[in-house]
């Protein structure tokens, strides 16, 4: 059974720092390309983050410089270190992974390609 189990989301203050992180299971974690996506109310759920089984990395323009994502194979885990945080970050965060030729950044922006996903967890920044 495919498990992506997210955690680490929470309340903080603007300016202030989270980890999430994300434990997989169930499939072959370092073939697959990896992201994190997030979701506000009345919006679309955005990729913000991604890495590939060749760790390319992508970042949207609204998290680059901010947001750090990273992954460990032999952990079978994957986090992102979410830094200087603002109001417009406060979504609920999922963790996904999917296997295949698709380059990382077709992937980001198409949710729907993905394979895997976790729950979710609600990060809320306050001002």
């Known amino acids: 059974e495919v498990q992506l189990q997210a955690s680490g989301g929470g309340l903080v203050q603007a300016g202030g720092s989270l980890r999430l992180s994300c434990a997989a299971s169930g499939f072959t974690f370092r073939d697959s390309a990896i992201g994190w996506f997030r979701q506000a109310p009345g919006k679309e759920r955005e990729g913000i983050s991604g890495?590939?089984?060749?760790?390319?990395?992508y970042y949207a323009d609204s998290v680059k410089g901010r947001f750090t994502i990273s992954r460990d194979n032999a952990k079978k885990m994957m986090s992102l270190q979410m830094d200087n945080l603002n109001t417009e970050d406060t979504a609920v965060y999922f963790c996904?992974?999917?296997?295949?030729?698709?380059?990382?950044?077709?992937?980001?922006?198409?949710?729907?390609?993905?394979?895997?996903w976790g729950q979710g967890t609600q990060v809320t920044v306050s001002s």
């Open positions: 890495i590939a089984s060749d760790g390319a990395t």
């Open positions: 996904a992974a999917t296997i295949g030729p698709t380059t990382l950044q077709y992937l980001m922006k198409r949710p729907q390609l993905w394979g895997y």
